[in-house]
Nanobody, 122 residues
């Protein structure tokens, strides 16, 4: 399975970005989808995840109410809509997928995209 994350960029605080994760090599409906991020000097952290059919999304407390994860199995595409961005959201964002698990732990995910940079200026 190959995952390709895209959509990152530079945005002012309060702005929005939409990240995409394109999947190939396996039917997307058989994979859960997660997003993680890694800020400079920090460990990678969980952002959000969603189930195989787009059910049961859950979020880190820090992004709850501002970020929305979605999954379009027909298009083999996942998305992360990020609104009301804050400087502390600045990080490299990674999408991840797994055929068995839906979890907050990055160790649960088998497949990873290459990351896309999100920078939020104050």
């Amino acid at each position: 399975v190959q995952l390709q994350a895209s959509g990152g960029g530079l945005v002012q605080a309060g702005g929005s970005l939409r990240l995409s994760c394109a999947a190939s090599g396996r039917t997307f409906s058989t994979l859960s989808l997660g997003w993680f991020r890694q800020a400079p000097g920090k460990e990678r952290e969980f952002v959000t995840a969603i189930g195989w059919s787009g059910e049961n999304p859950y979020y880190a407390d820090s992004v709850q109410g501002r970020f929305t994860i979605s999954k379009d199995n027909a298009k083999n595409m996942g998305s992360l809509q990020m609104n009301n961005l804050k400087p502390e959201d600045t990080a490299v964002y990674y999408c991840a997928a797994d055929p068995l698990y839906l979890a907050r732990r990055e160790q649960a995910y088998t497949y990873w995209g290459q990351g896309t940079q999100v920078t939020v200026s104050s």
